[in-house]
């Protein structure tokens, strides 16, 4: 099971730190034609926090355990990251962006089973 944590904690990374990268190197006008059309509904502040939370997390996920520096802080990420998640999921249903939610969902489900397993019995 410790290696299923750390595979979805690194999958997990991956993704948050590709998207997180995205919002904090792009103006928010590029962000919405590129299709992320929620960016509008918030300033190019609010996107710019997102996108730093979404990037320390994943920066979370990986390196407290992997350096074995305060490892308390890899579960926190992940409930941090679950939390974001959770967010962008009632973003996306107030829109009515229905395939969006599915994704959001399954990062969300992720996060959470690696924040149960760290928190609880694999814990570092």
Known sequence: MNVVLWIIAGLLALVFLGAGLMKLTQPKERLAGSGM????????????????????????????????????????????????????????????ESPTIVVNLVLLLLAAVVAWGRFGPYAF
């Not at 509904?41 to 926090?49: L, P, Q, R």
């Not at 074995?68 to 962008?88: C, F, S």
């Open 37 to 96: 059309a929620w960016t509008e509904d918030f300033s190019a502040g609010v996107v710019k926090g997102i996108g730093a939370l979404e990037v320390l997390g994943a920066i979370g996920l990986i390196l407290p355990a992997a350096l074995d520096i305060a490892p308390l802080l890899t579960p926190l990420a992940a409930l941090g990251l679950a939390v974001v998640m959770a967010g962008a999921a009632v973003t996306h249903t107030r829109r009515k």
